[in-house]
């Protein structure tokens, strides 16, 4: 076998490898994210209320084990309270989390983020408190 051979023969192991480490297709995601997607906000509801309010963070890429959704709103975070499926389901509304606004919140306006097995979702929502 020539030099050149055996290179284009090491490439093709090396992307194999590589390949059936990545499981050949790509970014997987945990069993428990029905929508197998990136974590999305589409919609914080209410968008306002006093420190200690519960919310309804809406979207998509949530996992339905409520404890595996980390909600941070500004600096502080807390996990998610409860997972269900948004009823009626909308293209960006797939998915409903529930959780507690952070007592010691001051006010002004929190972003608002989700951590899902430590991906973060977008962070262009928000929560004001007044």
């Known amino acids: 076998m020539g030099k050149k051979s055996r290179t284009i023969f090491f490439l093709f ?7 059936a480490a990545c ?22 509801d209410p968008a306002a209320g006093p420190a200690g309010s519960v919310i309804r ?12 959704n980390v909600v941070i709103i500004g600096s502080a975070s807390t996990p998610a309270t ?3 499926l948004a009823n009626p389901a909308t293209s960006d509304e ?4 529930t959780a507690t606004v952070p007592a010691d919140l001051a006010a002004k306006v929190h972003p608002v983020t989700l951590l899902v097995h430590e991906t973060a979702s977008n962070n262009n ?3 004001t408190i007044p």
Do not use: M, W
């Not at 192991?13 to 390949?19: C, D, K, R």
């Not at 050949?24 to 589409?42: K, L, M, V």
């Open 13 to 19: 192991i090396v992307l194999g490898a590589g390949i």
């Open 23 to 44: 499981g050949g297709r790509g970014r997987t995601f945990s069993d428990d994210i029905p929508t197998q997607s990136f974590p999305r906000i589409s919609r914080v």
């Open 57 to 68: 963070i809406y979207g998509a890429g949530f996992s339905d084990v409520a404890a595996n």
């Open 82 to 84: 409860d997972y269900s």
């Open 94 to 97: 797939v998915e409903v989390l």
């Open 125 to 127: 929502k928000t929560f």
